[in-house]
């Protein structure tokens, strides 16, 4: 190459470096990137599980069972594991139970003192929620090594030296790992839409000129705003529809098909899609570099969809990990999926999901409206 084809190509690399010394958001995206994925991805995988819920009916009151209670409170107290909620009646403890409210219900059944006293290995169930199998296990662990700690005798206490055993329940069948990243997928594959067939299409439309074609007309802006919503909405329904078509299937979900179920499932995906694609058009309202949005999906993948809890339990995260996912959309979205799909629970059950959900569309909604600037 000679020193004027050197001369052209460095052009060409100066203007490059040009362009990208005049995006600092995209400069700081490039470099803050890897370090939020290992920070993320460093506390979202493996931590100890704890701050789980457990409902307590105790349906003996003889003086061992309170010794089961009391010695839970205090497991409860030392490793904040689980936090025990006392409840009167096992139906309305089930129904938490199912409903998501609680992981486990452990139940100290009639008879339970009578059987201690007279040595004929008495029992205590846990009732687990085994939708998601890391709580289950920790659940498991913990009860099984408190009973064994109840039957070691001691000096004053020997009449309540009888070793209880602990049977565990499980009220949903087996769920494997892939039926338990489905509902983490789906709001995964909305937000792949709604970020490409969204925003970063919004973001090519004005780098072309071609929204100057709406800004002409009489459209009122929230008119404007809600027609890019609603259509980037129907796209990712369409692509969410899909996935869960196939991959409960794949997954091997019990009855997946059934009308009820279908209902809650297009429910909830309807609420995802209209509040993702809400919140990418108010991220994006404001940007003109079209290279900004394709930078930025990394950071919102990492930042919304691991501590959604769509992967591993959120009882697992530290507590900056878990003030993230109070106000990540994704985490209502996959807690209502998981209830639907892995639980086959109602509207009961997902109905604060989906106020949030609608609450939060709004809200993006309104944001992006007072924001949007209608000029050429």
Do not use: C
Not at 129 to 143: E, K, M, P, Y
Not at 230 to 245: C, E, P, V
């Amino acid at each position: 190459m000679n020193t004027a084809g050197f001369e052209r190509t460095w052009a060409i690399v100066e203007r490059d470096l040009r362009r990208f010394r005049r995006s600092p958001t995209l400069i700081m995206v490039s470099l803050v990137m890897p370090l939020v994925q290992l920070i993320v991805l460093g506390y979202a995988f493996g931590g100890k599980v704890h701050h789980l819920k457990v409902g307590l009916v105790d349906q003996d009151h003889g003086l061992p069972a309170v010794k089961v209670r009391e010695l839970s409170n205090a497991i409860a107290a030392n490793n904040r594991t689980y936090e025990l909620i006392p409840y009167d009646d096992q139906a309305l403890a089930l129904t938490a139970l199912r409903n998501g409210h609680l992981n486990g219900v452990l139940t100290i059944p009639p008879g339970f003192s009578r059987r201690v006293l007279a040595g004929e290995a008495p029992s205590v169930a846990l009732i687990e929620d085994n939708s998601d199998n890391f709580v289950a296990g920790t659940l498991g662990s913990v009860f099984a090594s408190q009973l064994a700690a109840y039957g070691r005798p001691q000096p004053r206490d020997v009449r309540l030296a009888a070793q209880p055993t602990l049977d565990i329940v499980e009220i949903y069948p087996y769920v494997p790992y892939i039926q338990y990243l489905l509902p983490g997928s789906i709001v995964m594959s909305i937000f792949m839409m709604v970020m490409i067939g969204g925003g970063i299409i919004f973001i090519d439309d004005k780098a072309r000129g071609l929204h100057e074609g709406y800004l002409v007309t009489p459209i009122t802006k929230l008119e404007l705003i809600l027609g890019f919503n609603l259509g980037g909405a129907i796209k990712a329904i369409l692509s969410a529809t899909m996935l869960m078509t196939i991959g409960s299937v794949v997954a091997g979900i019990p009855a997946p098909f059934a009308p009820l179920r279908l209902l809650h499932v297009f429910v909830v995906i309807a609420a995802t899609a209209i509040a993702l694609v809400s919140m990418m058009f108010l991220l994006m309202v404001r940007v003109t570099d079209p290279l900004l949005p394709r930078a930025i999906f990394g950071v919102l993948n990492t930042l919304l969809w691991f501590p959604s809890g769509a992967v591993y339990p959120q009882q697992a995260f530290p507590a900056w990990m878990r003030a993230i996912a109070v106000v990540d959309p994704f985490t209502y979205a996959v807690h209502a999926l998981k209830s639907v799909l892995l639980r086959n629970a109602g509207f009961a059950a997902i109905g604060f999901d989906l106020l949030l959900l609608g609450l939060f569309a709004v809200g993006t909604m309104a944001a992006a409206t007072f924001l949007f600037r209608r000029e050429l």
